[in-house]
């Protein structure tokens, strides 16, 4: 065994236990999916599609990715599913890539309005493949403004629309969008990386009906193993799947694909819908005990697993409130926030969620004790007596729930 690795893991297998874990794009897995992940499938070449590989010896594998395609067509409700993506990011390319000309227009939401880089950033290959023109929401609700998203895709004529980000904490009304997507004659992706359990679990707004593409990471709230996935209408099938192989990837990773298949099995259970309805509730909750503090929330609150909190220009820095947070074990991210006037790395935001504390088995008492000392170390946030009082508080709850 090599020692020098296998302590630094268990190190982290105990930072995961005593710290509390409010990055909304984080979760805990189960030991399926864990057991899935380091099986004997990391041996195995698989270039190709099930029955149309370039290697042999490929029966089981392909058993196994059959698999994860029915379980994933039925749990979504999908006319077709590529499960081979490695993460969230590259199908976002595949489809850029089937609906569009490299250099075409593509319409979606601005990153520090809640965007994702991989949404036509400057800093990312797709800002620079695609011509991106961006919504945002209305600075003073915090609310998409779907009259501007209207108004700038009659002006600008996309041939996609893209929906869905990062740090956007409300209901998306994906009927607008499509609405919006029809008038002007564009496809319509939703990226729902970070809401697809909460659909799952029919908390949140079924994106498959009317998108023509869906898009999403699978380690976020729908709590499987590090990676992706694609859904389309059956007419994109074929160039969605050109697109994921050759196109933009080698050979898939087919012990990530088996616990993608555990991941689509568990939240088919009646357990992941209470466990998605628990996740919203939490996160009202604590989105509550937040603003009753003095804190400012984007929007105004949440509909979803996410919060984002708003500094302001005058404010603490999302850097200096996060890093006192993790002085006291409570893990959130810096975040930029709409009207962003700081730079990425410093930030006026914070963005935190409840899809982690919710799975191990956390409800609204804990949000209330949690948002309160979150209140309490932003109003004293260099001040050691506090930072050490509610420090021992954290470790103290969250020693007592169990990580999977
Ligand atoms: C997380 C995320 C992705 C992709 O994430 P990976 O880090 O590549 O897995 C894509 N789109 C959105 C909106 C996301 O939030």
């Given at each position: 065994m090599d020692k020098e690795v296998f302590d630094l893991i268990a190190k982290e297998e105990t930072r995961q236990k005593e710290q509390l874990e409010m990055i909304p794009s984080e979760n805990y897995v189960s030991p399926a999916v864990r057991e899935a992940t380091g099986s004997v499938l990391t041996n195995k070449y698989a270039e190709g599609y099930p029955q149309k590989?370039?290697?042999?010896?490929n029966m089981v594998i392909d058993s196994l990715e059959t698999l994860a395609i029915e379980r994933g067509k039925k749990l979504f409700g999908a006319e077709h599913i590529n499960v081979q993506p490695y993460s969230g990011s590259n199908p976002n390319f595949a489809v850029y890539l089937a609906a569009c000309e490299l250099g075409d227009t593509i319409l979606a939401m601005e990153l520090t309005h809640?965007?994702?880089?991989?949404?036509?950033?400057?800093?990312?290959?797709s800002g620079k493949m695609f011509k991106f023109v961006h919504y945002g929401v209305d600075l003073a609700t915090g609310l998409i403004d779907y009259e501007s998203v209207y108004r700038i895709a009659k002006e600008h004529k996309p041939k996609l629309i893209v929906a869905g980000g990062s740090a956007y904490p409300r209901i998306i009304d994906f009927g607008r969008f499509r609405e919006i997507a029809d008038e002007v004659g564009a496809k319509l992706l939703v990226d729902m990386a970070h809401f697809a359990g909460l659909v799952v679990g029919k908390v949140y707004p079924d994106p498959v009906v009317v998108a023509d593409f869906v898009t999403s990471s699978?380690?976020?709230?729908?709590?499987?193993?590090?990676g992706g996935l694609i859904i389309c209408k059956s007419a994109y099938a074929k160039d969605v799947d050109r697109w994921v192989f050759p196109g933009l990837q080698g050979g898939p990773l087919e012990h990530v694909i088996a616990a993608k298949a555990v991941c689509f099995g568990e939240a088919m259970h009646p357990d992941f819908k209470s466990y998605a309805e628990q996740i919203v509730r939490n996160a009202k909750v604590l989105a509550e005990t937040l603003s009753k503090g003095g804190l400012k929330l984007s929007s105004g609150g949440t509909d979803s697993h996410l919060i984002l909190i708003d500094f302001g220009r005058d404010g603490l820095t999302g850097k200096e409130a996060s890093d006192a947070l993790e002085k006291v074990g409570i893990i959130v991210n810096k975040n930029t926030v709409p009207g962003e006037t700081r730079s990425p790395f410093i930030t006026s935001g914070i963005r935190l969620g409840t899809p982690a504390l919710t799975t191990r088995g956390m409800t609204e008492k804990e949000m209330v004790l949690i948002g309160n000392w979150i209140v309490e170390v932003l109003a004293a946030h260099l001040d050691e007596t506090v930072l050490t009082k509610v420090g021992k508080a954290v470790k103290e709850l969250s020693t007592k729930f169990m990580v999977p």
């Open positions: 590989r370039y290697y042999s010896g809640g965007g994702h880089l991989t949404h036509g950033s400057s800093v990312n290959l699978t380690h976020k709230t729908l709590r499987g193993p590090r």
